[in-house]
């Protein structure tokens, strides 16, 4: 006769496995989104790079965007920790908004695949989301992206209490830098600028990394000091 310490053991380990499992398939879609990129990462390479099926991937995620949405987690949560050592490094508003900036664009160039995943899930609205990720994950992502905007907020707040900044909506200036920010990552990567050389007449130029952290840099402080 089983007794109920050893069903409830036999329940603890088979979750054990499975948080196990989800785990390792999680670190071959961030091994995959790191040397190939978002685009090129099929479930059935992350299968085969995990020693299973894709039936089994299915078993232990709703979907693709589920996934997808769990590996970004694991950006967050690293770029998290670098915003809250750019915050710690300054002692003036003005002086830790740029070095969260710069620290935000320094993870950003260094983890290409992070911005395409961001934005990918940017691009699906809200019950979209909601149909194809459970709500687990969905709290998990938000709280992932939220510890990060706080590290940003705060900022904005205490300047603003200081005087330096004269922001009304911390938050939602928050959340427009890291919005935009995914933007300008994106160009920085591109490399190039569209312009008219005469009118009607299109050209290209060239803006490099550097350009595109002092701009957004220098907006992000334009932005605090004009209240926006």
């Not at 993870?107 to 992070?114: E, K, R, T, V």
């Not at 934005?119 to 990720?133: F, K, N, T, V, Y």
């Not at 330096?164 to 935009?180: E, H």
């Amino acid at each position: 006769m089983v007794t109920a310490s050893e069903t409830d053991g036999r329940r603890s380990a088979a979750a054990a496995r499975r948080r196990a499992r989800e785990k390792e398939i999680i670190a071959a879609t961030r091994a995959l989104f790191d040397q190939r990129g978002v685009r090129d990462a099929q479930i059935e390479d992350i299968a085969r790079a995990v020693g299973i099926n894709r039936a089994i991937v299915y078993r232990h995620f709703t979907g693709k965007e589920e996934l997808f949405a769990l590996t970004l987690v694991g950006y967050l949560e690293e770029l998290h920790a670098a915003l809250q050592a750019a915050a710690a490094s300054g002692d003036e508003p003005r002086e830790r908004l740029q070095l969260i900036v710069g620290a935000f664009v320094d993870y950003g160039l260094a983890h290409p695949a992070f911005v395409d995943c961001a934005q990918a899930l940017m691009r699906r609205s809200g019950p979209e989301l909601l149909d194809e990720i459970s709500e687990g994950a969905l709290f998990r992502l938000g709280r992932g992206i939220s510890t990060c905007l706080a590290v940003l907020s705060t900022v904005l707040e205490d300047g603003t209490r200081r005087g330096a900044f004269g922001v009304g909506d911390p938050t939602l200036l928050a959340n427009t830098l890291y919005a935009s920010g995914l933007g300008a990552l994106q160009l920085a990567r591109v490399g190039i600028l569209v312009k008219e050389a005469a009118p009607g007449i299109p050209t290209v130029g060239e803006i490099s990394p550097e350009q595109v952290r002092q701009y957004l840099v220098a907006s992000a402080l334009a932005m605090a000091s004009l209240g926006v």
